[in-house]
């Protein structure tokens, strides 16, 4: 991959190079030597430094292992570095009182590979509930909620319980959930770990669109092609350390349609029209 | 105030979600609260007929025939000063006859009382300690018997002392026996619900962990996760109280009542007011379930 005049080799020193046309405001996301060591001694995270930009579209990938998932959850302070810094939109989260967990995580979306929608809950529910707990108004719920389910495509399925949705489905509902607060920083952890090419083309296509809105969009996944015909920025670690850290191809701007369209193409599945994006990610037979 | 509905519809959606562990639930706390509703009762009685027994050990002191009114106030006085009295009553003579009349019955008195021209009983004081175990000191004070066999008595019209004493040790020991096994019992029976109860809410919260976790990763506060399982909790302590005490009530009814007829030792729990039993019940029952949530959501709650 070339690497282009906009390349994001970073140094442990905080972004001066976005001072170009961005603002002048901290990285929403910024590590400085940050390590985790389990306890036992296996090191997941070896001094990993790492700034993203707010409004960037950043692909995490790397070999199961590599410590992907573990500096997920280090973002979301589901577990504490042993070593460095972890900032978030210049915040160290480490010196962050366990009172203040919680307005962190709202400021997160996050989503899982297994969805973590809660089972007992309809769709409806299980998206309100993240809004219930910002201790949002029944009016703030009554609008947003159907209109973030309409974003996703699954504003026919309002009454569904997630075990009556298929994957992509119930992913979808996973990422309306983590958006429907407008977060800055979105996080997807294996978003599209258990779904077929087809749907995976669908969430990423969320998460683009979602990307679109301004909020920054960091992707956990193994999925090589995907990630390459994506051509957003990529930080691929190894065996806890970033060993790749690049803005591939042209950044070019596109619509989210046109990216489907590309991205379809590319990968060489089915000439699906934009209304999958309305939910209906069928499982086709031929 | 739209926070404590939406905490109370959590609550009842859960409750209506795990239909088995709440049942559970329910079930152990009416256990429990069956339990202590019998319990407290029972001991109550046991320490109420025992004290009241223990109310009856006093010690007579009988006065020579030829007394007079003025020493026979001076030693009321004297009686009364004597540490750990807490009644002291003079028994003419008139009054022993009706009590040995009382005692005997009407018949056999009729026949004894024939044979006596006069009345041959003394006229005493019955001195009553405040607490049984006193009354070996107050005996003492009364009349000593020194080294050389010769007795010092409190006043001179003095003639002798009686007293219960082989009776007084024996409800001494059988009470305090009692008091400490039946201690034992309830506090080990109140543990043993306590762990139940709380083992039983840890169970359903265990099988919700999944949900728990998800509460705190779209950045739930610990209350925010909390207040809906203490509030179940509540619901759960109510609804097993209510259960339990309804169990109660039948119980009394059908069984207690009817015997407290013919049984002394049932009718004694008459003491003890069904209203007041009730109220604690009800807030043990709350209160135990309500802790046990508590308690057991701290452990996953943890950040």
Redesign the interface.
Known sequence: MARSKKNKQRDPEPSPEQSGTRPRRAPIIELNEATKVYPGGHMALDRVSLAIGRGEFVFLVGPTGCGKSTLIKML???LPATGGTVKIAGRDIGAMP??K???????IG?VFQDF?????RTVYDNVA??L????AS?AEIREQVPATLRLVGLSTKLNSYPDQLSGGEQQRVSVA?AFVNHPPLVLADEPSGNLDPVTSIGIMQLLYRINKTGTTVVVVTHDREMVDNMRRRVVELYEGRVVRDEVSGGYTEESTTEFGLRMRAEMGVGQQDEEQTNGHDHERLF | M??LI?FVKEAL??LR?NGAPTLAAIVTTVVTVVLLGVLIPVFQTAQGKSEEIRDELNVQVELYADATKGEIAALREELVAVPHVSRVEFISKGQALNELKETLGAEKSRELLAQLKENPLPRSFRVTPDDPANLPGIEAAIITTGPNGKETKISPIVADIFDRESATQQIEQVTSALKIILTVITALLVLASLMLVGNTIRLSIYTRR??V??????????W?VRWPFMIEGVIVGFVGGVLAILILWLGKITVVDPLSDSIGLVRAQENVGFPTLVAILFAASILVSTIGSGVTLRRFLR?
Do not use: H, W
């Open positions: 979301i302070r589901e366990d009172k967990i919680p307005l962190l995580r709202r400021n996050t973590k929608l809660l089972p007992n509930y993240a219930q707990v910002i201790g029944r959930r | 739209s926070r939406f959606r859960a979600r999944r949900e976790e998800v509460m705190r990763l779209v950045g739930a506060t610990r925010f950040v």
